[in-house]
Structure formats: C-alpha cells, structure tokens
C-alpha cells in the first residue's frame, strides 16, 4: 500500500489494516414516533440547503487544526425502497464542501463494487492505492411510509426519512465513540397542489423547506445528508459545529453536548492536555509538546487563555474553561493576546505528571514556581541531520529505508518526498503522529512504529529527502500549495518552493537537512 500514489517511486508503503471480523450492521433511525410530535415541537426555521453551514464548516475545522482525515464510504443500505438512491455519492459530495478550503477531510475513492470495509482492505492491498483510510464511513437510509396526520388544522400525508452516519475505524472496525449522527426529515404534502414540506428538527430547531412535491424528496434527502455530516464531522474533530446552524449553548442539548465532551476527555486527563496542548500551540500561546504531560509553559498558556476569556487566571482545565474556549472568537482573543508579552519559559522535556493529578476528576494544573530570568545569552544554533540507523546510503531495489532524525535543540520537524518522477509530499508529520515537535536526545525515527515503509523504487532512480526544522510549529501557516494532506501530492515543482514556503512564515530559526536515497 503506497504512501505516495507514485506507483515505482521509493515506495512508502501503508500497511493495510487487518480486518478480524465484520461489525454487526448498524442500528437504524427510529421512525415509529409520531410525526406530529416533532412538527409541533418548535417553530420552523426556513431554509434551502445546508450548503452554508458545510462553508462553515469547512472555516471551523481549519480554524481548529483538524486535518489528514482520511474517510471510505461505505456502500450505504437503502431500507426506502429507492428513495436513498445515490446517498454514497451525495455523502462524497458533502464531505467535498466541507473541506474546500482547510482540506482537513479527504475521501479515498472506492470501487463501487467494494461492499464493506473488510473487501475494500483487500482491494486497497492488492491494487496499491494512495492512502488506507483511518476511517469507514457507515451509512443507513430508512423510511416510514405515508400516514395521514393533522398539521396546521388540515389533514396531510406525512413520511419520515432517517439517516444513521456511523464512524468505524478501519483498524479494527470499532465504532469510533461519540460520533454517531442519528436524524429523521418529516416530509408533508398538504393542499391540493399537493405542496411538499420538510422538516428536520436538531437542538429544539425545526429547520424547514418547501418544494414542489417531485423535488422534496430529493431536496430532503440532501439536506439530511448534509446536517448528519456536520454532526459526525463536527463530533469527530470536537469543534463547536453548532455554530454553523445558527445555535448557541442557550439551545436545548448543545450544553449537554459539550458536557459531554469534556467528561469524555476528563476521564482520561491526559487526553484532556493533550487536546488544550494542540489548540494553545495553534493559537500561539503554548510552545510545547503535545504529549499529554504537565510543563510549566503549558501552565502559562492555559492561564494566559483562560484570562483572556474573563475568566480566573489559574492553571484549571474546568468545564466552564472548555465551554468558553469552544465559544469563543479566537481571532479577538489572539489580538488581545498579542498585546501582552508571553513569559519567558523555555520549553524542556517535560515530567511524567504526578499520580494525585491523573486521577483527579477534573484536570486542574498547579500554578507554576516564580521563574527567575536566566542570563542573556544567544541560543544555540539550530541544525538538522537526516541519516539512517546503519549509515547506508545505497538501497537495493524494495530494500527497507529507516531513517533517523536529530535536531540540535527542540525544534518542530516537517519532512518530505521528493519521488523519481519529481512528485513531492509529506509524510511528516502525518495521522499516525501529528506531533511535529522533536527532542534532540531521541530525535524522530521515520517510519518507525508507524504503518508506512520507505523503500527504495524497483526502477532504481535517486529520490530525496527534505526536512525541515522550526522554533515554533508553522505547518497551519505554510500556503495551500505546501500545506496540504499527508501522503498527498502536492502542486509544486521543487524542494527549493517548499523551502521558500518555509521561509516566508518562519519568525526565527529555520534548518533544513536533505538525504539522497540512492540506488546501489
């Protein structure tokens, strides 16, 4: 399974996923209530499509780091005797203009032939694809025939259409938690032009459109397609997605939602600081690892933040913290940042955390220590050095390729492949470690313990190697050209404009070691 979709290059091959047993299928959206219960429930909001809400969506996840989601669509079980006809298409569509811009979710095209996630593990195998998904994407359409109801004093033919989006990973096919988007659609037709109405209700909103009674149908479908995407996506990367339908925390289950997030990641308080490690580092208050460990810079970043939001300045990661955080405008809440000087912490390895604060129920960080201010002097010199565990340079055709990366100091590492017909992409860092940040002792083996190879291409043509180190993590800054989806070509010419890339946002240091891999 290549990395790359260069096919005779020095192959990155990703390993395809065992798959020990097929998932029971999925359970499907209950259509038995009644639907007048959910048409009287709330005024109804009017709408064409969701198409601005996925716009939004898009904006959400690049805004919060999301990226290098690799999806297959599943093919999707119809129980509308025909009505859910081309939801796979319609779901690949929808993901599309989800992403236009962050490229933060990428389908991996499937044959439609493929009829579960375990065949298309096979296929991918056996025909060498570019990128084994992360994740299968499980979709069921279900119907309730037409009922007569009374709605707005009149009698109507109502049927209710669900939609069940289920999230597994293609690792070992488990349901990813928390994810699932489960929603039903209430189509009318009413009068005697036979008006067709469609309602969706979410958060105690009834969202509503009207159509002629040919069009609703499909009109419907596409909507529900579109708001279970935002739900699922939205859950997946834990970004306020909400928002994008016009809702706040005041509408019904929208608190609960994110409740429901925080004890998910409050359970497991390392989550919980890796998560603010990775948002603070985006937002360019924290300059540490991502490593689910306490450190005196992240401390500093978390009170800094959580003052900025009005609220106490202490090293607590509480509920209300993370309630705030995913409220807030964090382009204002940068600028008023940037008018105060951060503290002068430097980033070192950081502790184990201590037993009492793993188990405490809520993560709270201690404040940390006065930090006396060290003598000036000038940092070391940032360099970089590419080699291999046993020197070689030469590598016969398919002969294994483990490099080894050291920076001379901490330093944030992007690597890429340039392949033997000039095609360039990244494979550091990627879904397998987003971390970029390295310490100089252990320094970064590639590949490592992740599930790619580097080898080198039958055809026996040189490729090479490009790293680069930063003093702060820039990869959300790099233009669209550089900063694209893992393993994904990308649509420059040569290393010197990915350097060149590097250099136009880099406010510091910037190294940059280069390895031949050369044929014997």
């Known amino acids: 399974m290549t990395m790359s979709p260069i096919q005779a290059s020095a192959r990155l091959f990703l390993f395809a996923f065992a798959a020990i047993a097929a998932l029971a299928g999925c359970a499907s959206t209950d259509t038995k209530r009644a639907p007048e219960s959910t048409a009287a429930a709330a005024p109804v909001q009017p ?138 659609i209430l189509l009318f037709r009413q009068g005697k032009a036979f008006d067709g109405k469609a309602e969706i209700r979410k958060f105690g909103v009834n969202f509503g459109l009207s159509a002629s009674s040919g069009e609703v149908v499909g009109l419907a479908s596409r909507a529900l397609v579109e708001l279970a995407s935002i739900e699922l996506f939205g859950r997946l990367a834990r970004v306020p997605y909400w928002t994008c339908l016009g809702l706040t925390e005041a509408h ?39 490593d689910g460990a306490v450190n005196a810079p992240f401390k500093e970043a978390v009170m800094r933040y959580r003052e900025a939001l009005g609220q106490p300045r202490e090293a607590k990661l509480s509920v209300d913290f993370f309630k705030a955080y995913l409220s807030a405008d964090h382009r204002q809440i940068e600028a008023k940042l940037g008018a105060v000087a951060p503290a002068q912490v430097a980033v070192v390895p950081s502790p184990a955390p201590a037993a009492s604060a793993a188990a405490a129920p ?36 398919g002969e294994a390729v483990q490099l080894t990366i050291r920076p001379s100091r901490d330093a944030y590492i992007y690597c890429f492949l340039q392949d033997e017909n000039k095609k360039i992409i990244r494979f550091f860092p990627n879904r397998f470690q987003r971390d970029s940040h390295v310490l100089p002792g252990p320094g970064l083996r590639l590949p490592g313990d992740m599930r790619f190879e580097i080898t080198m291409n039958p055809r026996g043509r040189m490729e090479t190697v490009a790293c680069f180190a930063t003093d702060r993590d820039v990869l959300a800054q790099l233009p669209a050209g550089v900063n694209g989806g893992d393993f994904d070509p990308l649509p420059v010419v040569s290393l010197d404009q990915v350097r060149s890339a590097f250099v136009k946002v880099v406010n510091g240091s910037l190294a940059q070691d280069t390895f031949l891999i050369q044929p014997k």
Not at 87 to 108: F, G, P
Not at 160 to 170: A, H, I, S
Not at 259 to 270: H, K, L, V
């Open 362 to 397: 809520l993560p709270s960080l201690a404040a940390p220590a006065p930090v006396m201010p060290a003598a000036a002097s000038a940092p070391a010199q940032l360099a970089l050095r590419i080699g291999t565990a046993n020197e070689a340079r030469k590598f016969a055709s």
């Open 252 to 290: 019904e289950g929208v608190s609960a939602e994110m409740q429901d997030w925080y004890d998910t990641m409050a359970a497991q308080p390392a989550e919980m600081m890796k998560y603010f490690q990775a948002q603070l580092r985006l937002r360019r208050v924290y300059d540490g690892p991502i």
């Open 47 to 184: 709408i064409t499509n969701f198409s601005p809400a996925l716009r939004c969506m898009d904006t959400l996840l690049q805004d919060y780091g999301a990226r290098d989601i690799t999806i297959i669509v599943e093919d999707v079980v119809d129980q509308t005797k025909g009505a859910g006809a081309g939801t796979k298409d319609m779901l690949v569509s929808v993901m599309s203009d989800m992403t236009q811009r962050s490229r933060a979710i990428r389908v991996v095209a499937s044959n439609k032939d493929w009829g579960n996630t375990v065949n298309a593990m096979a296929a991918l195998k056996r025909e060498q694809f570019a990128v084994t998904p992360q994740y299968a994407l499980r979709a069921t359409m279900s119907q309730l025939d037409n009922q007569n109801v009374r709605r707005n004093g009149e009698d109507a033919l109502a049927s209710v259409f669900g939609v069940d989006l289920t999230l597994l990973t293609t690792q070992d096919l488990s349901v990813v938690p928390g994810t699932a988007g489960r929603n039903s």
